[in-house]
């Protein structure tokens, strides 16, 4: 059984940044990408970025590109999302995923494990 706890999330004003963790236990992501995802009210959940479990494959949402940094720690066990500059528009909560297929995907049905979710709050 996988299990994916996110940590970091809080309040911060525009222009400000938070830097977001997710521990995966029960299976390392070894094998398998690694993604951010995030939903605000009244909105679907969206796709922010995605690592490859080798880390060579990276991907952001338009929204975010140049703003936000994903990584990952040697043991492979930990993702990482810097968000720097922040934008009102980037009040969410966010997630980590991890899939259980291959290459990077970017679509919410193509992961099978979820964390329960870090709030984000970017006051103007």
């Known amino acids: 059984q996988v299990q994916l706890v996110e940590s970091g999330g809080g309040l911060v004003q525009a222009g400000g940044s938070l830097r977001l963790s997710c521990a995966a236990s029960?299976?390392?992501?070894?094998?398998?990408?690694m993604a951010w995802f995030r939903q605000a009210p009244g909105k679907e959940r969206e796709f922010v970025a995605v690592?490859?479990?080798?880390?060579?494959?990276?991907f952001y949402a338009d929204s975010v590109k140049g703003r936000f940094t994903i990584s990952t720690d040697n043991a492979k066990t930990t993702v990482y999302l810097q968000m720097n500059n922040l934008k009102p528009e980037d009040t969410a909560v966010y997630y980590c995923?991890?899939?259980?297929?291959?290459?990077?995907?970017?679509?919410?049905?193509?992961?099978?494990?979820w964390g329960q979710g870090t709030q984000v709050t970017v006051s103007s």
């Open positions: 690592i490859s479990w080798s880390g060579g494959s990276i």
């Open positions: 995923a991890q899939s259980s297929g291959l290459g990077v995907p970017q679509r919410v049905y193509d992961y099978d494990y």
């Open positions: 029960g299976r390392a992501f070894r094998s398998y990408a």
